[in-house]
């Protein structure tokens, strides 16, 4: 990527996106436009962290599929 103007407003969003992420790419599609998709973790904590309450049993929710973070631009 290259280096942007400081002063410029636009032009910066895959720099966010290459400093805040674990990974990253683009994918072109056919009818034009892109899909810009990433994977970020979640950070270590510093502290242990407390233990957590008990709770009453309740019964498993249905499983649903996963959730990918995907942005879609044309």
Do not use: N, Y
Not at 12 to 34: A, C, H, M, N
Not at 47 to 62: K, R
């Amino acid at each position: 990527m290259c280096d942007r103007d400081m002063d410029a407003t636009g032009g910066r969003g895959l720099q966010i996106v290459e400093s805040l992420t674990d990974d990253w790419g683009v994918t072109t599609l056919p009818s034009g436009g892109k899909i810009v998709w990433f994977v970020m973790g979640l950070p270590v904590p510093t502290v242990p962290l407390p233990p957590l309450p008990s709770l009453p049993a309740i019964a498993p929710a249905p499983s649903r599929p996963a959730i990918a973070s995907v942005l879609q631009f044309r």
